[in-house]
């Protein structure tokens, strides 16, 4: 049994539809995996749909990706359910920002010399919600980087000359939120986004997870974030972050070890 928990598509920037991820899992030998696009559940669907009548588990999830006063919170929420009239509506607000910013990074690159057809970009993002390795894919295509992960140092990374900030909930609204909806929230790969230190304020705001299992995440921070999850009584999930991106950033989809119990105890915990 192995399984994937956190895996984006096209609904997102993931660079394979819902259906080919399936079938990708199937090929893998996987059991379960969750969908998790940035503020969007739209590719769920679909990816059921490809899973039924196979042995396959898709579980419904999303990354929403937060901001606090010490920076970045990645959340996954697992278990959601998709209908849920409110939270749509947020990850709606949510994708709608995302457009305007995009845009702006566009504007920003072509004064630093690097012009990109905004419709190019619109059309590489197609119907999912749009983000940087979208602008990173385009700027690959016109020839002025030679890998995804260049985009991210020289120009689009948090502290490069195009970045430009997108509006984002708190880390408390959408723990709340992924919760409404009858999910369970996870904290992502804290060992990476430097979000330790906040796991005892988050578990008290409602937080039931943490991202253990990471591709990123060394043998120590596995084990040290193995401890706060028995300590602060949080599932210990984990999974590739896979996007299909054929860069050495990004793990391939199934490429790590996750128990596969912790499927039934977010399942569980889920409302
Ligand atoms: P956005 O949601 O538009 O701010 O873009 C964030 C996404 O960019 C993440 O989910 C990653 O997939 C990707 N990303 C972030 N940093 C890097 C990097 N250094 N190299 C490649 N991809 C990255
Ligand atoms: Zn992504
Ligand atoms: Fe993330
Ligand atoms: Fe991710």
Known sequence: MRIDLHVHSTASDGRLTPTELVHLALERGLTAIALTDHDTTDGVAEAQAAARGTGLE?????????ESEDGDVHFLGYFIRPEDAAFQAHLATLRHARLGRARLMVEKLAHLGLPLDWERVQAIAGEGAVGRPH?????????????????????????????????????EQAIAAIRAAGGVASLAHPAVAGT??????????????????YPDHTPEQQEMLLALARQYNLVPTGGSDFHALDDPHHAALGSLWVPPEVVEQLRQRAK
């Open 135 to 171: 602008v990173a894919r385009a700027l690959l295509e016109r020839g002025y980087i030679t890998t995804i992960s260049e985009a991210f140092e020289k120009y689009i990374g948090h502290e490069g000359p195009a970045y430009v900030p997108r509006y984002r909930l708190t880390p």
């Open 196 to 213: 330790v230190a906040l796991i005892p304020r988050l578990a008290a705001a409602g937080l039931e997870a943490i991202e253990v299992y």
């Open 58 to 66: 898709v579980i419904a999830g999303v990354e929403i990706n937060t």
